[in-house]
């Protein structure tokens, strides 16, 4: 059975950070590529950044480069998204996914999600 479960999301204020994990399980394990996604109330989910599981190769969407960072441990099968100086638009419910480009598109597997806000 194929599992993500997000964790790490809450209430910060801006210019603070935050780290979200995804632990994968199951089928998620052998995806070569894992995302992160976000979804704003009123919007579309959107990308974040996405990592390539063994090369470690990674693509940011231009609105979170520079201060979110993706990163994975191999061994616990965690994935990883460093937030840092956080702004109010950061606010969404962010998904963590598995089996996909790296970058947007169709993924395989999806996390139910962590909410993430940011207060001004």
Do not use: H
């Not at 894992?34 to 579309?44: I, L, S």
């Amino acid at each position: 059975q194929a599992q993500l479960v997000e964790s790490g999301g809450g209430l910060v204020q801006a210019g603070d950070s935050l780290r979200l994990s995804c632990a994968a399980s199951g089928r998620t394990v052998s995806s070569a590529v894992m995302g992160w996604f976000r979804q704003a109330p009123g919007k579309e989910r959107e990308f974040v950044a996405a990592i390539s599981w063994v090369w470690g190769r990674t693509n940011y969407a231009d609105s979170v480069k520079g201060r979110f960072t993706i990163s994975r441990d191999n061994v616990k099968k965690v994935l990883y998204l460093q937030m840092n100086s956080l702004k109010p638009e950061d606010t969404a419910v962010y998904y963590c996914a598995a089996g996909g480009p790296l970058g947007p598109g169709e993924y395989d597997y999806w996390g139910q999600g962590t909410q993430v806000t940011v207060s001004s």
